[in-house]
């Protein structure tokens, strides 16, 4: 089982950038595709991006997303990122790091298991 630990959430003004953080323990991190998810309130939980077993591997957006975030992962230290930027109010949410249980960069939620408590985002207009 991998734990982890997200951070980088907070309080920014529509047009502005975060950057997520998800610190993972256990050896086995390096050969688990990760993923964020997205869950705002009264909704469901939603994909967000997801990055294959490598450094640099391929990676996976929602359309809602696309060109404006950006997953990435450093293995050396057990970390995968997102990079957010031109955030929109409909961003708001709590984000969630989550490992996947193959090398893939999955889309499906239900290929994810392990995952993070969470970090909010929220984006004002």
């Known amino acids: 089982q991998v734990q982890l630990v997200e951070s980088g959430g907070g309080l920014v003004q529509a047009g502005g950038s975060l950057r997520l953080s998800c610190a993972a323990s256990g050896r086995t991190f390096s050969n688990k595709g990760m993923g964020w998810f997205r869950q705002a309130p009264g909704k469901e939980r939603e994909f967000v991006a997801a990055?294959?077993?490598?450094?640099?591997?391929?990676?996976a957006y929602a359309d809602s997303v696309k060109g404006r975030f950006t997953i990435s992962r450093d293995n050396a230290k057990n970390t995968v990122y997102l990079q957010m930027n031109s955030l929109k109010p409909e961003d708001t949410a709590v984000y969630y790091c989550?490992?996947?249980?193959?090398?893939?960069?999955?889309?499906?939620?239900?290929?994810?298991?392990?995952w993070g408590q969470g970090t909010q985002v929220t984006v004002s207009s």
């Open positions: 990055i294959s077993w490598r450094s640099g591997g391929s990676t």
């Open positions: 989550a490992a996947g249980r193959t090398i893939v960069a999955s889309t499906n939620l239900g290929d994810f298991g392990s």
